[in-house]
């Protein structure tokens, strides 16, 4: 529910192997994400990191065309198997693939998901429960370096001119509570900004 109509999401589970359990999806597919959610087989097969942050960085290269952020929340009941020592390397990879990798885990104390979360550029948080963890997800995702989205009021200006804006009154203009971060295309005009 922290996601909007704008983004996508894929599920990938992990332990000893890792397994896509939902391609990259369109948030407005609710149904099909919650369903995805329900189906997961969360049997314990050890804890290895790699895998799922590889297959999560695959699924993620995948999209192309019209994606501005590509981001990973891992999330993790503990520390990754002794015999994994692969998930910086692939942590790094994918931020060089412009990959940001968080970490959530349910203990304090979590020094590979600290290590995880600083190689991805991304934060490390410890969720308390299912509702912390539905929180935590939450606080990931407005991160602004995560979403361009901005939970600020601010007050449009007149940016280039353009007779569309003849007879407004820039204070005329009402304040707008947030907004998403745009680019404009080669040689378009930016009429309002802010």
């Known amino acids: 529910r922290a996601l909007d109509e704008r983004d ?4 990938v589970t992990f332990g000893d192997n ?4 939902l391609g990259m999806t369109p948030a ?9 959610i329900d189906r997961i087989d969360y049997a314990m097969t050890g804890t290895v990191f790699s895998n799922g942050l590889q297959r999560a960085g695959l699924l993620l290269s995948s999209m192309s065309g019209g994606v501005n952020q590509k981001h990973i ?37 979590n020094a590979a998901a600290e290590a995880v979360a600083a190689a991805g550029d991304g934060e490390s948080y410890v969720a308390a429960g299912g509702s912390g963890l539905a929180e935590t997800i939450k606080t990931d995702l407005s991160n602004p370096v995560i979403r361009e989205f901005e939970y600020v009021t601010f007050q449009p200006q ?3 001119y353009s007779s569309i804006l003849s007879g407004i009154n820039e204070e005329d203009i009402p304040t707008l ?5 745009v680019r404009l295309k080669n ?6 900004i802010g």
């Open 8 to 11: 996508y999401v894929g599920i």
């Open 18 to 21: 890792a397994t896509t359990v």
């Open 28 to 36: 407005a597919e609710m149904r099909t994400i919650e369903t995805a």
């Open 73 to 109: 929340i891992l999330i993790s009941d503990g520390e990754p198997s002794s015999s994994d020592n692969a998930y910086i390397n692939i942590t790094e990879a994918n931020l060089a693939a412009g990959i940001t990798t968080s970490c959530i885990t349910f203990t304090n104390d």
């Open 158 to 160: 007149f940016g280039d």
């Open 177 to 181: 509570d947030g907004f998403y971060g």
């Open 187 to 192: 040689d378009a005009q930016g009429i309002l």
